[in-house]
């Protein structure tokens, strides 16, 4: 299975994701089906009010019930949640029952256990994945519906009916915690994580911003040491700018890891801070917020030690097959930019970063390589070292150390601007907004603009250059691959909401800005090495994707042997019994 295609199939779980309605409605169908269920045993002969009696009183202590219960837990529940768990375990019941109503009375006890019982297991299974995995803590919460079904059964069935039904209640509560034992060893035996203690963790982000996924990947993490290469730009009386390359992940959701990479990099420094995308996949997510507080002390150390000089090369494009890149010196460090756009342009290998990085140095002290990571065009996917695509990547880099030596060097000017957009998250768009760094050498102008966003929409990148290029000579289009903008999917990119139309008005702000803000400037490269970052560790994205991928596999085969067990089980309880 390739790395891709097992993250692909998790990603796509995410559409099974929902919004729980709101608890009136949900209330509203519980009161309609046992007045339906009702009317059905009315006509068949069945006993009086069995839809109210056994259905909807029982579900609506389960909605009052299940809230509380589970939040004395110390776990979050929403009225919302306990009602649709509630409504959701009421149909399933319904229809069980329905079954015997219409095949023959004399079942009805027997079929009603059933029912009970697969309620009893449905709660259980789904408390245990979204409130505490803890099964000891979610027994109760998750029984009290099928114990008030029974409760009130006895008035309805003979005798015998309790001993049947509570004896029905051990099987499926035993079913269904075997179930979870068995999907939740294979995480547990390769990472040592609790899989439903992560979904707990996972859902817990989702609607409550909790940070608990962080411990998850802490535990699964590993330190390695990173390259992050800076170009530091001072002016006189005015803002500085730093232009800083790391070569970590910004994932892997929402604010969690190193999802917020971009804000968390200017925390701290007076300058305004760019932050592109450099070579890094999935791989290298950081486990956590803090892991950037390493990389920024990292930068901030460098500037020390700092050498600046007014002068710079033009920059010069290169184009080796489908890899265009943008190459610019400042003194002793070489600025390359690389795109593929309007081929898809996505994460790049970190070791295909360190040889483009360790050629560079037979010419030049400091190497940035930046993935402008601007064009998504199909299926997310990784370059990895060894293909046609890397082996392009890499001749670029090594077109522009043979040509960026010979060009002239001249004095530097430089005007930026920072723009705020009224764009959010969901629409694609991070919290830096735009960013803009015109470079005047000589009588060229070099804009490069970023966006925080994770990628582009395809021709994204090509609206917005075609409107900057009448008043530059060249431009770079970048977004920050800021995984802020992103909580289920990877797949929220800067105009697949917005278009770009409607981006081009900021884009033109910033321009104006950064323009008026031109002035002479002076540059200092450096490139330090960030000890001791905790990321996801190498192959362990394509590990729980194969893990959880053959989970999905099993569960299927796994849950319907198990239930034919249980109600077999059920029968022969029922044959003794009566």
């Not at 982000?205 to 962080?214: F, W």
């Not at 694609?428 to 966006?451: E, P």
Request: glycine content about 8%.
């Amino acid at each position: 299975m390739s790395v891709m295609g097992g993250e692909a199939k998790i990603e796509r779980l995410g559409r099974y994701l929902f919004n729980a309605p709101s608890w009136p409605i949900s209330i509203l169908l519980l009161l309609v089906l046992g007045f339906i269920l009702d009317a059905v045993s009315l006509k068949l002969g069945s006993a009086l009010w069995l839809g109210t009696l056994a259905f909807t009183i029982p579900a609506l202590c389960a909605c009052l019930v299940t809230k509380p219960a589970v939040e004395l837990m110390g776990r979050p529940m929403t009225w919302n949640r306990s009602a649709l768990l509630a409504v959701s375990c009421t149909i399933f019941g319904v229809i069980i029952t329905l079954l015997a109503m219409f095949i023959s009375l004399a079942l009805l006890p027997l079929f009603y256990a059933i029912s009970m019982g697969c309620i009893l297991g449905l709660r259980l299974l789904v408390l245990v994945a979204i409130a505490d995995y803890r099964i000891v803590r979610m027994i109760l919460p998750a029984a009290c519906q099928s114990l008030t079904g029974i409760a009130l059964g006895l008035g309805l069935f003979p005798e015998n009916f309790l001993v049947l039904a509570l004896l029905l209640q051990v099987f499926f509560g035993l079913g269904v915690i075997v179930l979870i034992w068995a999907i939740d060893r294979p995480l547990y035996r390769t990472f040592h994580i609790r899989g439903l203690d992560f979904l707990n963790s996972f859902l817990a982000h989702l609607t409550d911003g909790s940070r608990a996924l962080e411990d998850y990947f802490r535990t699964i993490g590993e330190e390695v040491t990173v390259p992050q290469v800076s170009v530091f730009f001072r002016r006189h009386q005015k803002r500085g700018l730093i232009f800083t390359v790391p070569n970590v992940h910004p994932g892997p959701m929402g604010e969690i890891g190193g999802g917020n990479l971009p804000k968390g990099m200017q925390e701290g420094f007076s300058q305004m801070v760019m932050v592109p995308h450099g070579a890094a996949t999935h791989d290298f997510n950081l486990v956590s917020e803090k892991e950037i507080e390493k990389l920024a002390h990292a930068v901030a150390a460098s500037e020390t030690i700092l050498e600046y000089t007014s002068l710079a090369t033009p920059s010069v494009r290169i184009q080796v097959g489908s890899v265009s890149l943008l190459a610019q010196v400042f003194d002793s460090t070489l600025l390359m930019v690389s795109s593929r756009s309007p081929e898809r342009t996505e994460d790049i290998d970190f070791n295909i970063g360190m040889t483009i990085m360790a050629e560079g140095h037979r010419v030049y002290k400091n190497v940035a390589f930046v993935d402008a990571h601007n064009c998504q065009a199909g299926d997310i996917t990784y370059v990895l070292p060894a293909t046609k695509l890397a082996m392009e990547y890499y001749h670029a880099c090594l077109k522009a150390l043979d040509e960026m030596p010979a060009m002239k060097k001249e004095t530097l000017e430089l005007g930026i601007s920072h723009v705020e957009v009224p764009f959010t998250r969901a629409q694609g768009f991070g919290d830096r907004g735009i960013q803009l760094a015109l470079v005047r050498v000589g009588a060229q102008t070099t804009a490069y603009l970023l966006i925080d966003g994770n990628n582009m929409a395809s021709g994204v990148r090509e609206t917005l250059r075609d409107f900057l290029l009448p008043c530059v000579d060249e431009v770079e289009v970048m977004t920050t691959d800021s995984h802020v903008v992103n909580t289920i999917t990877g797949k929220n990119p800067v105009g697949m909401h917005i278009p770009a139309s409607d981006i081009i008005p900021y884009v033109e702000k910033a321009f104006k800005e950064a323009y008026e803000d031109l002035v002479p400037a002076e540059a200092a490269g450096s490139t330090v090495w960030a000890e001791g970052v905790v990321i996801f560790g190498s192959h362990r994205i394509t590990q729980m994707a194969s893990t959880v991928n053959a989970i999905l596999l099993i569960m299927p085969i796994l849950s319907a042997g198990m239930l034919l067990l249980v109600f077999l089980l059920s029968i022969l309880a029922y044959i003794i019994i009566a």
